[in-house]
């Protein structure tokens, strides 16, 4: 992370711009999830699952090929989301809600955490890890039990697959639409803990650019969209959303 003295003037300028605001959205990747012990899509190919490529096994095609190979990776990441806990990052966000009129995340996370730290709006781009459907027919699973060698089946007959957007496929119409209402409604717009690589995602950024939203990334790494940002702030969501937050109290003076 940059000098914490850097961090801090920088967590200053973008409480100023928070002040002036009434609508601010967080659009949030895999990296938020990370300080609390979730690794990203990608980290999460360790041990058995080091030869597997998750694009290859996130697919209805991987599903269809190899259900219990697939069934399998779902059961393993589900069991990694365990007891995790919201991190300082989560909880960050929430408390903004107690400082700026509306606060909307909208990630692309499948893990809840931002539900479990209190997040009153957040839109599932990509659905989620704790929700299940049939294949087939569509009909909701409630109650999936852990440890299965392979996917159960529906009254229909048809396998139950997770609840979660694979690639290939179209994400939930009102999901994205949704995104792209509120990156062109608020002010300012939090890009924090995504690659910018997964499509259609990583086009609300520039949705919001284009609408003139003020653009805050938050990562440790730069990212394609790091060079049309407002603030580039480098260092893991954990410790600079905080930091923000507190900046921005201390403006407000609560
Ligand atoms: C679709 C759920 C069309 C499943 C996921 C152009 C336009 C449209 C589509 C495409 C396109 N080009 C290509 C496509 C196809 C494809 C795509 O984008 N491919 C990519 C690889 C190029 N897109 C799709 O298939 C999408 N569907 O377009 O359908 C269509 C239309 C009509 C009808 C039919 C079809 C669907 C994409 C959704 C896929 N599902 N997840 C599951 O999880 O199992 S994507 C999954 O990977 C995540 O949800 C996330 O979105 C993505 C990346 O995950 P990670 O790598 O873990 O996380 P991330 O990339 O966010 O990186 C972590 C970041 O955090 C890093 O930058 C790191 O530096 C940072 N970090 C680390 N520590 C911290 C941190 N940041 C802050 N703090 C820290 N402490």
Redesign the pocket.
Known sequence: MREKSDMQTLAGRVAKLLSKAERVTFLT????S??SGIP????AQTGMWANYN??EL?TPEGFLKDPKLVWQW?DY?RKLLGDAEPNP?HRAIVELESLVTKVTVVT???DGLHQKAGSSDVVEL??S?KKFYCFDGGHDAHDVPFDLEEPPLCKCGSMIRPG????????PPHAMSRGLKECAESEVVFV????A??????SLPYAAHRRGAKLIE????E?PITDIVDEFMQG???QVLPMVVAALKELKGV
Do not use: C, M
Not at 192 to 195: E, H, L, Y
Not at 197 to 202: G, K, N, S, T
């Open positions: 990747g895999a990296g938020v990370k300080e990203t899509f990608r980290d998750p694009q996130a779902y990441r990052g692309q996370n499948i990509h659905g890890i979660v957007v694979w690639f290939g496929e179209a994400l924090a803990g995504t690659s690589l997964v499509q259609p995602a990583a938050v990562n440790p790494d990212t893991p969501s954990g």
